[in-house]
């Protein structure tokens, strides 16, 4: 058997185009036979098919690129949940840009590796560009923001805590019951003290009871805030919680994951006014950014504030090479090895701009709030509140919690549809996390005729199949 070929030089690409093709190929066929937005059948039948596919998982002998990727491929995408689907809609879990995509695709080609600059002489100009400008959208009036790149969310957060940690020692942590559970768990990571949790009766952070909790507190405080909870999409008072951090010497950390790109929307960015007063920011590009993931980011007012995170490794960092003026990226990251995840965000920011961006906001939101509409015209319908940002609960009409459980599972059990759940004040309730700037009225209303005939279904005693 010949050696395969590599990805990159000048060869790579001519070994690369007709793989890519079969791969192309591969995932149109397997979406043809999923034929939804995922699956039918459930666990146990993706289960059969996907290990009936893989079986051998390491054969005596291959079976050759071509049909390895073709066979595998196909069998994945039949077998996956798709968020380019309008009616896969439970997660803040988006379908990629186009664009991006093939941008991740030259990332794995050159596969240069961001803990070194010889590893990644371009890609770490790239990537510094890209965070600073991110981190000046955020912190537009400081004169040295920046942010690192992270794999999301949680990793954010987990390094807010770190820096935190490192500027006061251990630093007590007060967060919202809509918080994120990666702030609990940052802070058992650390060896940090648990969390003070804040009750948050309508979703968001009782400002009352903060002012209380930080009155009886005593030592350094770390404050977190949310814009755009997991659970309904709301962000908390950022001002008002900025000013209590002010008023009793606290630092604040903002968990935006979810809602930090409403920034880049002329018609939606006020929503999270008092952002730029945090001490450190959590952005996520592959939620409302529409990137491959991963795509975090963590940002700071000022580029000193990441010192801490600074490490010595003789052979990727030596103290010469230094001088000499070769970057030092180890303190970029308490990863060593990671990908060029930045190229993807960066090829996107060219590509559409502030205006191309913001208008695929501005379609998400404008979305959810037709959604919204649509349930309080329904009156066989219940809706939990409008949407903040592009999440909406709701649920039929005086159906208890099994039933609205059972509605979920057998809508992902058929295939017809991929809703959240939420329990809140009470109940629990279907979740619409709607990520997909090509969702249509027409869309919405297949996704909540599905819900309400089978919500019909089961008042009248048949059983779901």
């Known amino acids: 058997m010949p050696t395969p070929p590599l990805a990159g030089s000048t060869t790579g690409p001519t070994a690369l185009r007709p793989l890519i093709d079969t791969v192309l190929t591969a995932l149109q066929e397997g979406a043809r036979r999923r034929d939804g937005p995922l699956p039918a059948g459930g666990p146990d039948t993706v289960t059969h098919h996907m290990r009936t596919t893989l079986d051998p998982v390491i054969p005596e002998h291959g079976t050759g690129a071509h049909h390895a990727l073709a066979t595998l491929i196909r069998a994945l995408t039949e077998g996956a949940a798709d968020p380019a689907d309008p009616l896969c809609a439970a997660h803040l879990h988006t379908p990629p840009l186009a664009l991006a995509t093939a941008a991740d695709l030259a990332a794995s080609a050159l596969n240069p590796s961001m803990d070194s600059w010889d590893q990644a002489p371009a890609a770490s100009t790239l990537e510094a560009a890209t965070t600073q400008a991110l981190a000046a959208e955020i912190y537009p009036h400081h004169p040295t923001p920046d ?6 969310g949680t990793e954010a957060n987990q390094l807010a805590l770190l820096l935190a940690r490192e500027r006061h020692g251990p630093i007590q942590t007060i967060t919202g019951t809509n918080a994120h559970h990666s702030i609990t768990r940052a802070a058992w990571l650390l060896g940090l003290p648990t969390p003070l949790t804040i009750p948050a009766p309508t979703g968001t952070i009782d400002l009352t009871a903060l002012h209380d909790t930080l009155t009886r507190h005593q030592g350094p405080t770390l404050v977190t805030a949310t814009a755009g909870t997991t659970d309904t999409g709301q962000i908390d008072p950022l001002t008002d919680i900025a000013d209590l951090c002010t008023h009793h010497g606290a630092e604040l950390h903002i968990d935006a994951a979810y809602g930090g790109p409403l920034l880049l929307s002329p018609t939606h960015r006020n929503k999270l006014n008092g952002l730029d007063r945090a001490h450190s920011v959590t952005l996520d590009l592959h939620k409302l950014g529409w990137q491959p993931a991963s795509a975090g980011i963590l940002a700071v007012p000022d ?25 030092d990226l180890l303190g970029r990251s308490l990863r060593t090895t990671r990908r060029p995840d930045a190229l993807k965000i960066a090829v996107t920011l060219q590509a559409l701009g502030r205006t191309g961006l913001a208008d695929l906001i501005d379609r998400t939101c404008a979305a959810a709030h037709h959604l919204a509409d649509l349930i309080t015209q329904n009156p066989t319908l219940d809706l939990y509140d409008r949407p903040t940002i592009t999440t909406v609960l709701f649920r039929p009409t005086a159906a208890d919690d099994h039933t609205v459980a059972t509605i979920r599972r057998t809508l992902l059990t058929r295939g017809h549809a991929v809703l959240g759940r939420t329990h809140t004040h009470g109940h629990l309730w279907l979740k619409a996390t709607l990520l997909n700037p090509h969702t249509t009225p027409h869309d919405l209303n297949r996704l909540l005729t599905l819900v309400t005939h089978l919500a019909t279904e089961l008042k009248e005693g048949s059983t779901p199949r």
């Open 147 to 152: 942010a690192l790149v992270t794999t999301g």
């Open 303 to 327: 580029h000193h504030h990441l010192h801490p995170l600074h490490h010595h490794a003789p052979y990727l960092n030596a103290d010469d090479d230094t001088e000499a003026g070769l970057p």
